[in-house]
């Protein structure tokens, strides 16, 4: 019997593949399902370099980050580089994450930071376990820190404990953040505790927040004040952030000095996107305690950011004046930061400081 011309046989085989992927597309929804589970995907990786210069020398810069996905979740592993004083690239910091998410919706991550320990080997130096779990409008999250003992017998040490409680929805939400930590006899007890407010509109956001410490007797005292607000109007958005805190010059009628009032204003105007801000505080810059000259709040910082993107490129200009604490008699300039940022993604930052 003689064979088909080729020209058949080509129709033939053309035929029969077409055949094969009919039945293939035509397969089930959870045959391709469990085939897409078991076929690992593959890693994403991303990685940018950025030139520090100090003067005369040139540092290297590079951050780095690999994301592969698994049955349950992902695992992420950020990396941080830079050249050391013999040319070689190494690694000064990596944080691997792993994330998994249970049949129920419970989300739980696991981090664990690692440190070179001196000879050219990264080693563990802290863990973050996380469980976010969600009912309804209600969000809890459970986060504990782990420290290795100092023995260094491979043995991991709670240090740390926190929960954070979110009720609520877009309109209006509120949280409380309790954290844990133990003592000298080893019983844990709350060092740590902000209830947080939010509420959203159309016209803009407003959010309050106190932070409360131990006092003096240890007791959970109020400590930190913080008010937020955003509106918006046709000339730009306005964000206001007013910080106060408690003085400790008086144990048992604490009095509230401001660490910072910022106003922002941000807007945009002939293809350039402008944010000045203005701080008052009783602080002055670079100190840690109030500035006994003045008995109100004085500016303290004024700062003008410039953003002007064209061509795929992006140049970021900061300029910045400050109250030292040197000389708080007036706000001068302190110093200016340009960043550049290429059509490549690589980004050039120059630091320039004022003239003392």
Do not use: C
């Not at 932070?211 to 046709?234: F, H, I, M, N, W």
């Not at 002055?284 to 500016?299: E, K, Y």
């Amino acid at each position: 019997m003689s064979s088909p011309p080729p020209q058949e046989q080509g129709k033939a085989q053309q035929d029969q593949q077409a055949k094969a992927q009919t039945q293939e597309g035509a397969a089930s929804p959870e045959a391709s399902k469990e085939a897409g589970k078991e076929k690992p995907s593959a890693p994403e990786h991303v990685s940018r370099t950025y030139d520090v210069r100090n003067g005369t020398d040139v540092y290297h810069r590079t951050e780095e980050s690999i994301r592969k996905k698994t049955a349950d979740g992902e695992v992420e592993t950020e990396r941080v580089r830079m050249s050391s004083w013999n040319g070689d690239n190494r690694v000064l910091m990596e944080r691997e994450t792993h994330t998994k998410t249970l049949p129920d919706g419970t989300v739980e991550k696991e981090y664990v930071l690692k440190n070179p320990d001196g000879a050219n080997h990264l080693v563990p130096i802290e863990i973050i376990r996380e469980r976010i779990t969600k009912s309804g409008d209600k969000t809890s999250i459970e986060r504990e820190t782990l420290k290795p003992d100092a023995g260094g017998e491979g043995q991991w040490t709670p240090v740390r404990k926190e929960h954070v409680d979110e009720a609520g929805s877009g309109a209006a939400t509120r949280s409380v953040k309790e954290v844990r930590q133990p003592g000298a006899t080893g019983d844990w007890s709350v060092v740590d505790r902000e209830v947080t407010s939010t509420k959203s509109s159309p016209e803009g956001r407003e959010s309050h927040s106190v932070r409360q410490l131990p006092d003096a007797y240890g007791r959970l005292a109020d400590y930190e004040v913080k008010d937020e607000r955003t509106s918006k109007s046709a000339g730009g958005d306005t964000h206001e952030v007013t910080l106060s805190r408690r003085d400790f010059v008086e144990t048992d009628h604490p009095k509230f000095y401001l660490v910072q009032r910022t106003v922002t204003h941000d807007s945009a105007a002939d293809g350039k996107q402008v944010v000045n801000s203005t701080t008052e505080s009783d602080v002055v810059s670079g100190g840690a305690s109030r500035n006994l000259r003045s008995d109100h709040p004085q500016v303290v910082e004024e700062k003008a950011e410039v953003d002007t993107k064209g061509q795929g490129a992006e140049t970021k200009t900061v300029n910045v004046k400050e109250r030292h604490a040197g000389d708080p008699t007036g706000v001068r300039p302190s110093y200016q930061v340009i960043q550049e940022t290429d059509q490549d993604g690589h980004v050039r930052q120059v630091f320039i400081p004022s003239n003392p």
